[in-house]
Nanobody, 125 residues
């Protein structure tokens, strides 16, 4: 699976951004899709994930209520809508796909099989 993330940029605190991740190469519906982020000097951390059919979503506590994740199977694309952005949301955001993800492994980076190149989100105060 090839993953191409886009949509990052510079936004003021309180603003919104929508990240997109286009997938190609394999059957999109076979994969749990996720977003992770990595801030300078920090480890990569889980942000959100969506089940294969799109019926279940999962969020890190830090973004719950502000971010939503969705997927469009017709376009093989997963989206991360980020609202009420805070300076601490500043990071490189990575989309990822995992074929064998279960609930207990949802937040574990090494459980995922494929990673996109990352897109930078900068939130100014």
């Amino acid at each position: 699976v090839q993953l191409q993330a886009s949509g990052g940029g510079l936004v003021q605190a309180g603003g919104s951004l929508r990240l997109s991740c286009a997938a190609s190469g394999r059957t999109f519906s076979n994969y749990v899709m996720g977003w992770f982020r990595q801030a300078p000097g920090k480890e990569r951390e889980f942000v959100a994930a969506i089940s294969r059919g799109g019926g279940s979503t999962y969020f890190a506590d830090a973004v719950k209520g502000r971010f939503t994740i969705s997927r469009d199977s017709a376009k093989n694309t997963v989206f991360l809508q980020m609202n009420s952005l805070k300076p601490e949301d500043t990071a490189v955001y990575y989309c990822t796909a995992g074929q064998s993800i279960i609930t207990s492994s949802m937040k574990v980076p090494r459980a995922y099989d494929y990673w996109g190149q990352g897109t930078l989100v900068t939130v100014s105060s």
